[in-house]
């Protein structure tokens, strides 16, 4: 089964600063690169996902990229606010027909 | 995106007995799971809840402790039995369209 393995497991930085989460994955049939937003006592919510066809996408403040060869890939915030201090998980997949295997998650945290 | 529901949100059971949460969907899935979430953990699979059969469990769990139905397309339940101090968690129903999963809401379990 997907190995998947997140860096750092918990993540301090100011409001306004940059945040980068990287996400390592074994299955290189892997296709599909979600990242689930989960905040305190609440559900995941998908915040941003990438197919293996494009090398990054942007929406706003959030970003991800992709590295298919080292297998590997990165949510990036920027402009930080209190309201992204929130566990995030990655779960890399080979798409439709396939369950999600979470990575451990990072505890990023927002400090005014 | 999609609505899931579950129920109940919490209960608080005795040792040896069972619960059954109940996870409705509001449109037509491809796939329904059924998660568990320790307090500060990621999300551990436990089974893919197949309409009209038996589910698909991962390993370390078993359809005598947590049977599963799904008897159409947009409704399933879960059951834990037998239940120990071990399956206080919380569990969670999703659900996947296409390449996208939504969870539910959760339900907070805690065995006494």
């Known amino acids: 089964g997907e190995n998947v393995e997140q860096h750092p497991s918990t993540l301090s930085v100011q409001e306004g600063d940059s945040a980068v989460i990287k996400c390592t994955y074994s299955d290189s049939a892997s296709n599909y690169f979600p990242w689930y937003k989960q905040e305190l006592g609440k559900r995941p919510q998908l915040i941003i996902d990438?197919?293996?066809?494009?090398g990054e996408k942007k929406d706003q403040r959030i970003a991800v990229t992709l590295n298919k060869t080292a297998k590997h890939f990165s949510l990036h915030i920027t402009e930080t606010q209190p309201e992204d201090s929130a566990v995030y998980f990655c779960?890399?997949?080979?798409?439709?027909?396939?369950?999600?295997?979470f990575g451990t998650g990072t505890r990023l945290q927002v400090t005014l | 995106s999609a609505v899931i529901s579950q129920k109940p949100s919490r209960d608080i059971c005795q040792r040896g007995t069972s619960l059954t949460i109940q996870c409705q969907v509001d449109?037509?899935?491809?796939?329904m799971f059924w998660y568990r979430q320790q307090p500060g953990q990621s999300l551990t699979l436990i089974a893919t809840a197949n309409q009209g059969s038996e589910a698909t469990y991962e390993s370390g769990f078993v359809i005598d402790k947590f049977p599963i139905s799904r008897p159409n397309l947009t409704f399933s339940t879960l059951t834990v039995s037998n239940m120990s101090p071990e399956d206080s968690s919380i569990y969670l129903c999703?659900?996947?369209?296409?390449?996208?999963?939504?969870f539910g809401p959760g339900t907070r379990l805690t065995v006494l």
């Open positions: 990438i197919r293996s066809n494009v």
């Open positions: 449109s037509q899935v491809t796939m």
């Open positions: 999703s659900g996947r369209w296409t390449d996208t999963q939504y």
């Open positions: 779960a890399p997949n080979t798409g439709t027909a396939s369950k999600l295997t």
